[in-house]
């Protein structure tokens, strides 16, 4: 199969760390991307893994992924109400590389 | 600036309404795409087009057609809208159809409401 999934909702509190899981089901080497999808606008590129990596860290952003388990999680650091959008995890084929499937968007809600 | 431009961000028709929702980019893109994005279902792909010319079926193509006649454009077009067509629409373009680190970039989204 080609699923990605993600849960569909995650409830932080601000300054804490918030942690987005997503799973992927293909083994085949991939770009696994994370995009953040604000209100009203499209998607932005936050960040993307080599599926050769284990680890990648961007300011408050670390991208950690297991190939073992097909797991990829988007870890947020001291999160903040900015943070607050749909994050959609994404995945790339080596021998497809013009299909990109993307898991449904987890929402991400920052309480005070 | 570097963008992708979808017009309109919203439309409201009815069914068997013939509409075009257009897509522009200016970056020389090779690679554009139409996705659809509904509640719970994330986006799925429309069409995609590799280059001038050349058109290929994403995951959920039934209902609509494109063109790619310049490189920069890739218009989206409804010959006969119905109302499971209602739904958030995305045009994104990258650099390359081809190259693995070739990001999407999206528009800001076309809404559109078939009653």
């Known amino acids: 199969g080609e699923d990605v999934e993600q849960s569909l909702f995650l409830s932080v509190r601000e300054g804490d760390s918030s942690v987005i899981n997503c799973t992927y089901t293909d083994s085949s080497s991939t770009y696994l991307y994370w995009y953040k999808q604000e209100p009203g606008a499209g998607l932005q590129l936050l960040t993307y893994i080599f599926s050769n990596m284990d680890m990648k860290q961007d300011q408050r952003l670390t991208v950690l992924l297991n190939k073992k388990d097909k797991h990829l999680s988007l870890r947020i650091a001291d999160t903040q109400t900015g943070d607050s959008a749909i994050y959609f995890c994404?995945?790339?084929?080596?021998?497809?590389?013009?299909?990109?499937?993307f898991g449904s968007g987890t929402r991400l809600s920052i309480r005070p | 600036e570097a963008q992708v431009t979808q017009n309109p961000r919203y439309l409201i028709t009815v069914t068997g309404k013939k509409l075009t929702v257009t897509c522009s980019q200016n970056?020389?893109?090779?690679?554009m795409s139409w996705y659809r994005q509904d509640p719970g279902l994330g986006l799925r792909q429309i069409y995609y087009?590799?280059?001038?010319?050349?058109?290929d079926k994403g995951d959920v193509p039934e209902g609509y057609k494109v063109s790619r006649k310049e490189k920069r454009n890739f218009p989206l077009i409804l010959e006969s809208p119905s109302p499971n067509q209602t739904s958030l629409y995305f045009c994104?373009?990258?650099?390359?159809?081809?190259?693995?680190?070739?990001?999407?970039?999206f528009g800001n989204g076309t809404r559109l409401t078939v009653t």
């Open positions: 994404a995945e790339r084929k080596v021998n497809s590389a013009s299909k990109i499937i």
């Open positions: 087009s590799m280059n001038v010319e050349v058109t």
């Open positions: 994104a373009s990258s650099l390359s159809g081809t190259e693995r680190n070739s990001p999407l970039h």
């Open positions: 970056m020389n893109h090779e690679y």
